[in-house]
């Protein structure tokens, strides 16, 4: 089990969004209960699954509904997601207000590593876990009750009480005198009826001076955090110092631990809701100017930042809320460089506005982008009807590409149509994929389904444009490897041809004049032709022959040649895809 002490502690952690309550021990994942413990789940509550039997079951999970199976959290349901030291926060049940650690160490792998999760934070009852006398040299006082009025400090042994002759309590009045004689540093000793402490000065400037000289001089140890603050507090009834509650806290601290080095950082503390606890720092400004809200790591800052605001909470997300007077106004954040105007980001009316500035100076800024109030995004168009909505003067293009050069034959570009929305482990989508072949210039697209099985390719389109269905590889203009129906005829018919006579690879009819002449007819290859193709060559005269040639080295019924040499006379041939024709 791990603690946690300080920030710097908190902030080297990963922290996921709460879950509503925690297991006690297994339960089973794919007939979820409904309820755990005390708390009865509703649907889409989050829950911190740690005491399964094998461990690599468990996780962050969320709930379906009774009988239903659980499902791993999106923010919790993969390797990158689920980090050794990530933290959570349960907020009812068995474990209400309480955060657990992920112990494990990495690397992980989601489903085979057993997970272990520990309380991170122990929580103490000073009022019953704590009795007796704390010793100075454990952080407490060695007293178990103070005289009412009092200033004490510790003498030179670290133990005996000594009183200060310029710090004097009125305890009828409840005010402090504060007096001294350095210039710019103390009071004259005077207070007014209406204040419990004054500072003043008739010298120069009222100055307060907090000095802290812990570590001062030593030239070695801690002396990161080094420095004073000033806390302000009040009271809101009449049970007053019972009530009495410390609001908030301004402090100056070393920014780090060189001796010689006197960067220091300016920090401010606020007290949060509930039981006075340590008052949590919001806001540090460091020692080069940086702003930080919500965190004290000055180490994220992008180069050039002047603020960064993160969350402070594990249940909360940073943000910045920059609000006009009515509906209607703009609220906008004005993006620039010195003399240099570079963009707007504006919120108006329920929608968010993407502005650019096309030209060089402080001039307006253009419009580019818009997302509605619906959800639509549109781009140069300020009425999206569609959830994305792309308009241009002269064409819409959208452009997806890779970083970097795609190598041959790679999948390099995809637009996906899915219809699950929240489960995407099951791989049901349809999709359009660009892809290389030869060389990273040449390039087709595929098309790809999905049936009952994993999404498969159906068509594609070859860079040569030749449509392949059914095959990878299509040889023409449209391949389909299987059965196919048409509307009409695919093939080519050919007719009144003359002299030296070409059959094509789409002809399916040549017909002849040889009223003039000679007809010589050259077929295809047989061995480039498909196996099973069916050609008709037709005398559509009378006079001379129509010769029928095969390719070298192949036959026609076993001969080089067919002669037709009746008036319209015709014959059909069939190709068996290797080296010959048969009459049929």
């Given at each position: 089990?791990?603690?946690?002490?300080?920030?710097?502690?908190?902030?080297?952690?990963?922290?996921?969004?709460?879950?509503?309550?925690?297991?006690?021990?297994?339960?089973?994942?794919?007939?979820?209960?409904?309820?755990?413990?005390?708390?009865?789940?509703?649907?889409?509550?989050?829950?911190?699954?740690?005491?399964?039997?094998?461990?690599?079951?468990?996780?962050?999970?969320?709930?379906?509904?009774?009988?239903?199976?659980?499902?791993?959290?999106?923010?919790?349901?993969?390797?990158?997601?689920?980090?050794?030291?990530?933290l959570i926060s349960v907020s009812e049940g068995d474990y209400e207000d309480k955060i657990f650690e992920l112990t494990t160490?990495?690397?992980?792998?989601?489903?085979?590593?057993?997970?272990?999760?520990?309380?991170?934070i122990l929580p103490i009852d000073l009022t019953t876990d704590v009795v007796g006398v704390l010793p100075v040299a454990n952080g407490g006082t060695n007293k178990s009750s103070w005289?009412?009025?009092?200033?004490?400090?510790?003498?030179?042994?670290?133990?005996?009480?000594?009183?200060?002759?310029?710090?004097?309590?009125?305890?009828?009045?409840?005010?402090?005198?504060?007096?001294?004689?350095?210039?710019?540093?103390?009071?004259?000793?005077?207070?007014?009826?209406?204040?419990?402490?004054t500072i003043r000065n008739t010298a120069g400037d009222a100055t307060l001076?907090?000095?802290?000289?812990?570590?001062?001089?030593?030239?070695?140890?801690?002396?990161?955090?080094?420095?004073?603050?000033?806390?302000?507090?009040?009271?809101?009834?009449?049970?007053?110092?019972?009530?009495?509650?410390?609001?908030?806290?301004?402090?100056?601290?070393?920014?780090?631990?060189?001796?010689?080095?006197?960067?220091?950082?300016?920090?401010?503390?606020?007290?949060?809701?509930?039981?006075?606890?340590?008052i949590p720092e919001r806001m540090r400004i460091t020692s080069s100017g940086n702003v930080l809200i919500g965190t004290t790591d000055a180490s994220l800052y992008?180069?050039?930042?002047?603020?960064?605001?993160?969350?402070?909470?594990?249940?909360?997300?940073?943000?910045?809320?920059?609000?006009?007077?009515?509906?209607?106004?703009?609220?906008?954040?004005?993006?620039?460089?010195?003399?240099?105007?570079?963009?707007?980001?504006?919120?108006?009316?329920?929608?968010?506005?993407?502005?650019?500035?096309?030209?060089?100076?402080?001039?307006?800024?253009?419009?580019?982008?818009?997302?509605?109030?619906?959800?639509?995004?549109?781009?140069?168009?300020?009425?999206?009807?569609?959830?994305?909505?792309?308009?241009?003067?002269?064409?819409?293009?959208?452009?997806?590409?890779?970083?970097?050069n795609a190598a041959a034959n790679e999948d390099y570009a995809e637009i996906r149509f899915r219809a699950i929305q929240d489960n995407y482990a099951v791989p049901g989508y349809a999709s359009i994929v660009a892809f290389t072949q030869s060389a990273s210039d040449q390039n087709g697209l595929k098309f790809i389904t999905r049936n009952a099985s994993t999404p498969a390719e159906r068509m594609r389109i070859t860079r040569e444009g030749n449509v392949g269905i059914g095959t990878a590889s299509p040889?023409?203009?449209?391949?389909?490897?299987?059965?196919?129906?048409?509307?009409?005829?695919l093939l080519q018919s050919r007719h009144n041809l003359t002299g030296a006579v070409t059959v094509l690879s789409n002809d399916y009819y040549v017909g002849c004049n040889s009223s003039g002449g000679a007809v010589t007819v050259a077929l295809q290859s047989a061995a480039t032709a498909k196996q099973g193709r069916k050609l008709v060559i037709k005398a559509e005269s009378s006079l001379a022959n129509v010769t029928i040639n095969a390719a070298a080295g192949e036959t026609i019924d076993g001969s080089a040649s067919h002669v037709l040499n009746v008036s319209y006379e015709s014959v059909t041939l069939v190709c068996n895809g290797a080296n010959a024709w048969f009459i049929v």
């Open positions: 089990m791990s603690f946690l002490t300080t920030f710097s502690d908190e902030a080297s952690k990963t922290y996921k969004d709460a879950a509503r309550t925690a297991t006690t021990g297994p339960i089973n994942l794919l007939s979820a209960p409904a309820s755990i413990g005390s708390v009865s789940l509703n649907l889409n509550d989050r829950v911190l699954v740690k005491d399964q039997a094998n461990a690599e079951e468990n996780g962050i999970y969320v709930f379906k509904g009774a009988g239903s199976p659980m499902v791993r959290s999106t923010d919790a349901n993969s390797d990158r997601e689920v980090l050794p030291n990530m160490n990495g690397p992980i792998s989601l489903g085979v590593t057993p997970l272990s999760f520990g309380l991170a005289t009412e009025g009092r200033v004490v400090f510790a003498g030179a042994s670290g133990s005996a009480l000594t009183e200060d002759s310029n710090l004097n309590w009125d305890n009828s009045n409840k005010q402090l005198t504060v007096q001294g004689s350095q210039a710019n540093s103390v009071a004259d000793g005077t207070i007014p009826s209406n204040n419990q402490v001076y907090l000095v802290n000289d812990d570590q001062v001089n030593a030239g070695l140890g801690n002396l990161i955090n080094s420095g004073s603050a000033i806390e302000l507090s009040g009271k809101w009834n009449s049970s007053f110092p019972t009530s009495h509650r410390t609001f908030g806290r301004i402090g100056a601290f070393k920014e780090n631990n060189i001796d010689a080095d006197t960067a220091g950082y300016l920090a401010l503390y606020t007290q949060q809701t509930g039981s006075p606890v340590k992008t180069t050039g930042a002047l603020l960064k605001v993160a969350s402070s909470s594990v249940s909360n997300n940073a943000r910045i809320e920059i609000r006009g007077s009515t509906t209607t106004d703009q609220a906008a954040l004005d993006l620039g460089a010195g003399a240099q105007r570079n963009g707007v980001i504006a919120g108006q009316d329920r929608n968010l506005l993407f502005f650019t500035n096309s030209a060089a100076g402080l001039g307006n800024v253009t419009e580019r982008m818009r997302i509605t109030s619906a959800g639509n995004v549109g781009i140069r168009q300020t009425n999206p009807e569609s959830p994305l909505h792309v308009a241009e003067t002269t064409k819409g293009v959208i452009t997806v590409s890779k970083v970097g040889a023409e203009k449209l391949e389909v490897a299987g059965n196919a129906k048409a509307e009409g005829l």
